[in-house]
């Protein structure tokens, strides 16, 4: 328990950098929207543009003048934003010990590797479920300014959810890697890589329709906004591989660090 | 000289792999080229229809994905990012790893001046960065002849497009280098270098949003944005001279600032 209350602390500030850059996103994001709310013309522009186009931008499938819509297009930033968040803090949590040579103290406590692990998880989903609250907050009470209607909160609600699942699979990847590297020093930027690799992989998986396998392999496609907001569910099969990656990598990591061979 | 060997060495992997990272992206996007073209032929009579001043407030109005170079600017954004991270990265790594790593202790004592420490160390990150730079114009102008299909492109634009890429990696990595020296101690990299390179990054999509000039224009994205070169076959110099006087003026100070640090060390 002190651990985790320990690792709150140490990563507070991080948090709030994190929830200013979201809390500045959506107030920047909703002033850009006021220049389409409500406007026809835009709507028909939208009509014309090439699916593959708006598929790689996420905007096909919205009524970008509308609030619903807007979110829409922007849950995919927001789910790159946590995503980084969560994969930073995952990967972080645990090789920094080791970059800051505190390792030695940590494990000389008469706790064991995998109550560490625990806590030190357990205190960075926290802060990714503060951070999820934060931008369902933000985008609750900017919103307002707009007279959304109920679907809009139940969309709202129902996205960070999902996305706060996004954050926990990006987490435990994080966690893995910072357990499993050789080199405590790279599991920051194989982590990043990670995650940029599949973001790109979204964003190419919509281009071309032969392409369309490659949606399995990043978690940024499992949560298909449109399919939340019209139909208020998600593919069941994306459930079950992204829980097969947070167990797989969850034990992965329980596994290898209680054997690891500590750089002290 | 020595240390400048030894700090390129370091970074010629990692030079290496964004180098294939980014030849990849660019062959993989326009491997879904000619798909694309097709359709956008049609969409781009079509929206010669709409008003103008719609099409701006969209950033659509140079947008044009039926051409090659139309769609080389919508690729090379990505590559945009790639490099701005790990140009952010050499600068913000190159002087605080040695304090991060304890090795100041080492360097330091050396009978070099500060100065020509952070000289060759600069030179060093910055020919990684060349090392790049040239692969992203071998990988563009390889992939373009792969796919073109005997359509034909501006040669001169493509050229003044990736003639930007220089100033666009100086930029991050002097403005990396200079936060690092500001900053008491650097604990890890790459937390701030992504959010350097996708601050800028995310600035420049509300730009683009809607096209009113405000803050974006400190993002290198908006400064050198393809699109524009491509369509108006020249830079945008007012706005890519924010860029040069940002590079002119991190140099001189991260001397300054670097040969006043309290640099941490061992004991």
């Known amino acids: ?264 | 000289m020595n240390i400048f060997f030894h700090e390129f060495k370091s970074y010629l992997k990692s030079a290496g792999i964004w180098s294939v990272a980014i030849f990849l992206i660019i062959l993989i996007y326009f491997s879904a080229f000619n798909t694309i073209a097709v359709e956008a032929e049609d969409i781009t009579r079509l929206m010669s229809s709409f008003p103008e001043e719609l099409l701006i407030a969209f950033g659509m109005n140079n947008m044009n994905f039926g051409t090659l170079l139309g769609f080389f600017g919508a690729v090379f954004l990505f590559c945009q990012i790639c490099l701005a991270i790990q140009a952010s990265n050499y600068g913000f790594s190159m002087l605080s790893i040695e304090e991060r790593e304890l090795t100041a202790d080492f360097l330091l004592p050396k009978p070099i001046s500060r100065g020509k420490i952070l000289t060759a160390k600069l030179l060093a990150a910055f020919l990684a960065l060349t090392v790049t730079n040239l692969s992203v114009w071998v990988s563009s102008f390889f992939v373009i002849n792969l796919v073109r299909d005997g359509r034909d492109y501006d040669t001169n634009a493509l050229v003044m497009v990736l003639g930007t890429v220089v100033i666009f990696q100086l930029f991050f990595l002097a403005v990396g280098m200079v936060i690092s020296l500001l900053m008491k101690r650097v604990r890890s990299v790459i937390p701030l270098s992504m959010a350097l390179a996708f601050g800028m990054y995310i600035l420049n999509i509300f730009g683009n949003m809607l096209g009113e000039n405000t803050f974006e224009v400190i993002s290198p994205f908006t400064q050198f944005d393809p699109n524009y070169i491509i369509n108006n076959g020249s830079y945008n110099y007012p706005l890519a001279m924010i860029s040069v006087s940002v590079i002119l003026i991190a140099i001189p100070a991260s001397y300054l600032l670097y040969q006043k640090r309290n640099v941490a060390s061992a004991v």
């Open chain 1, 1 to 264: 328990m002190r651990i985790y209350f320990r690792e709150l602390k140490a990563n507070f500030k991080s948090l709030l950098i994190y929830c200013g850059i979201v809390v500045f996103f959506v107030v920047v994001g909703f002033s850009k929207f006021s220049g389409y709310a409500e406007n026809p013309e835009i709507l028909q522009v939208l009509d014309a543009m090439p699916a593959a186009m708006l598929d790689s931008f996420n905007m096909n499938a919205f009524n970008l003048t509308t609030v619903v819509g807007f979110f829409g297009v922007m849950y995919a930033f927001m789910g790159l934003i946590l995503g980084i968040a969560a994969v930073m803090w995952g990967s972080d949590i645990i090789s920094k010990e080791e970059r800051d040579k505190t390792v030695e103290f940590a494990l000389t406590l008469p706790v064991k590797r995998s109550t560490l692990i625990t806590a030190k998880t357990a205190a960075a989903f926290t802060n990714c479920l503060i951070l999820a609250l934060v931008t369902w907050g933000m985008n609750w009470v900017v919103a307002g300014n707009y007279n959304p209607d109920q679907e809009y909160y139940r969309f709202l609600t129902q996205g960070m959810t999902v996305l706060v699942l996004l954050q926990f699979i990006f987490l435990s990847i994080g966690v893995f890697l910072g357990s499993v590297m050789k080199q405590h020093k790279r599991a920051g930027s194989v982590a990043i890589s990670i995650l940029l690799g599949t973001y790109f992989l979204s964003v190419i998986a919509g281009l071309k329709e032969e392409w369309d396998f490659l949606k399995y392999l990043t978690p940024f496609k499992y949560f298909d906004p449109s399919l939340i907001l019209h139909e208020s569910r998600i593919e069941p099969v994306y459930l079950w591989i992204s829980l097969g990656i947070i167990i797989v990598s969850l034990a992965g990591a329980y596994i290898t660090y209680s054997r690891r061979d500590l750089y002290i």
